[in-house]
């Protein structure tokens, strides 16, 4: 009923730029918060960045200054701009909306991942 599809990702030199994109489509009435999530090898998944319906944004302190985070209400999407990429920026990024359906349901939903690999 819901469909999200991420994009963006890639291979990138250290220093270099990345944007990710999660775009979501199907019976939704609204969406809160978006958020972007990533997952290292043999590390717990964490959270990136969020941002609330009304703009408000998180970041997790080793992306601050360095990421940003923004949203379409009208289309549905999430983008995260990041700059200055680290080797330690290496993982699988996912998208998750915090959203309520059509149907009165209110669930998270999880983007199928991009993988980001910056190289040193």
């Known amino acids: 009923q819901v469909q999200l599809v991420e994009s963006g990702g890639g291979l990138v030199q250290a220093g270099g730029s990345l944007t990710l994109s999660c775009a979501a489509s199907g019976s939704i009435f609204r969406i809160d918060t978006m958020g972007w999530y990533r997952q290292a090898p043999g590390k717990q998944r964490e959270l990136v960045a969020d941002i609330s319906r009304s703009g408000r944004t998180n970041y997790v302190d080793s992306v601050k200054g360095r990421f940003t985070i923004s949203r379409d209400n009208a289309k549905n999407t999430v983008h995260v701009q990041m700059n200055s990429l680290k080797p330690e920026d290496t993982a699988v990024y996912y998208c998750?909306?915090?959203?309520?359906?059509?149907?009165?349901?209110?669930?998270?939903?999880w983007g199928q991942g991009t993988q980001v690999t910056v190289s040193s």
């Open positions: 998750k909306l915090d959203l309520l359906r059509i149907d009165g349901a209110r669930l998270d939903y």
